[in-house]
């Protein structure tokens, strides 16, 4: 069995090597691992509590959104009801003001001219209405 104590000197002496053995301290460690393992649940339900049941209820109602349509021939709808320009801005209008405004999604026909749409985001813009979208849908899988 061989020992080695490091390279030599010049002298011919061993010289003695100066690294730090880690064994005890990964011994230490794990030991306090365990000791930690063992005591942390017992820390955590010393105190048995009841704690009451409540349900919460959001503070601010949520905004119902609006959805408009264009259809090839380029006819506006508001929900399932078609709507003319100048009832459609007052429509936006009268939502406009409340709060939290509401989102305003659009769909539009994929052959449906694009002005009918830009004049819903012009409607949308003179009501003060900030959350504008478009809905579409996502390509065929390949």
């Given amino acids: 069995m061989a020992f080695l104590t490091g390279p030599r000197t010049e002298d011919g002496e061993d010289a003695v090597l100066?690294?730090?053995?880690?064994?005890?301290?990964?011994?230490?460690?794990?030991?306090?691992?365990?000791?930690?393992?063992?005591?942390?649940?017992?820390v955590t339900h010393t105190i048995p509590l009841q704690l009451p049941r409540e349900a919460s209820q959001p503070n601010q109602p949520q905004p119902q959104t609006?959805?408009?349509?264009v259809d090839r021939a380029g006819v506006i709808y508001w929900e399932q009801a078609p709507v003319d320009l100048h009832t459609l801005q007052q429509r936006l209008e009268e939502r406009a003001h409340l709060n939290p405004q509401p989102a305003v999604h659009i769909r539009g026909d994929q052959r449906a001219?694009?002005?009918?749409?830009?004049?819903?985001?012009?409607?949308?813009?003179?009501?003060?209405?900030?959350?504008?979208?478009?809905?579409?849908?996502?390509?065929?899988a390949q």
Avoid at 66 to 69: A, E, R, T, Y
Avoid at 120 to 137: D, K, M, N, P, W
Wanted: net charge neutral; charged share 10%; aromatic share 6%.
């Fill in 18 to 42: 100066a690294t730090i053995n880690t064994t005890p301290l990964v011994d230490v460690m794990l030991v306090l691992l365990i000791i930690f393992l063992i005591t942390i649940p017992v």
């Fill in 113 to 140: 001219q694009y002005e009918p749409i830009g004049r819903i985001i012009l409607a949308c813009q003179r009501a003060g209405l900030t959350r504008v979208g478009f809905i579409t849908e996502p390509p065929a």
């Fill in 66 to 69: 609006i959805h408009l349509s």
